[in-house]
């Protein structure tokens, strides 16, 4: 899987280098690169914005940088990425879609800024635009972190085991049931004894029920899907 962000603050995902997601890019199981929008302005000011037609607040991004940032990514390629543009606006992200998207070998992450980017662009390049959340960011590289964690986590050999994230929160609809370790007791709060006992089929049973309990208390809403 290889990620390219276009951006205007490529200096952000350094953090991309941390924890599991680090470690996953030494392997050579993922790969991110990061290209500055910015880079390909061709006036001297570097200005990659400008007021929007018609009036309003704030700033728009200019087409032409970013359809040039995009076309030096695509240089080397013999077919068209998967490009997604990090949007207020797109279909919130779902662990049903980061599965989907875990499939595909390529994909270029758009990050808006300002009052997001000129619609041609987005017309011209953009397969789909996704949200993280009903609410709005400064920018999209934020979100784009949030979509290459939750992606790149799924895809074979970066967790341990499948069952890292097949058990987890939404993976089956539901929320994750609680989790407990050592010491068997902390401020008077004590462990289930069903999680002492060894008896694997009860644990199974008790997980399959708070999952449930904790969806119902939580996210009723998870229930009606």
Same mark, same amino acid.
């Given at each position: ?70 076309? *030096? ?17 797109? *279909? ?31 017309? *011209? ?10 609410? #709005? ?15 790149? !986590? ?39 004894? #069903? ?23 939580? !996210? ?6």
């Amino acid at each position: 899987m290889k990620f390219d962000i276009l951006t205007l603050f490529p200096d952000m995902f350094d953090i991309l280098n941390e924890s599991i997601i680090g470690r996953a890019e030494k392997k050579g199981l993922i790969e991110f690169n990061t290209t500055n929008i910015r880079d390909f302005a061709i006036n001297k000011h570097g200005q990659v914005d400008d007021y929007p037609y018609g009036g309003g607040y704030g700033m728009v991004m200019q087409p032409q940088p970013i359809y040039d940032a995009y076309m *030096k990514v695509c240089e080397p390629l013999d077919k068209k990425p998967h490009v997604i543009y990090m949007s207020p606006k797109g *279909k919130v992200l779902t662990q049903k879609r980061a599965s989907e998207l875990s499939e595909m070998e390529h994909i270029v992450i758009l990050c808006g800024h300002y009052e997001g980017v000129d619609q041609r662009i987005i017309d *011209k390049i953009v397969d789909e635009e996704i949200s993280i959340g009903d609410y #709005v960011l400064t920018g999209g590289e934020l979100p784009a972190m949030v979509l290459i964690d939750t992606v790149s !986590r799924m895809i074979e050999g970066v967790l341990k085991t499948e069952e890292s994230f097949t058990l987890e929160s939404h993976y089956n609809g539901l929320l994750e049931h609680p989790q407990y370790t050592r010491p068997p007791e902390f401020m008077g709060e004590k462990v289930p004894d #069903v999680l002492l006992s060894g008896d694997h089929k009860k644990i199974e049973e008790w997980r399959k029920e708070m999952s449930y309990k904790e969806t119902l208390n939580k !996210r009723p809403d998870l229930l009606n899907k």
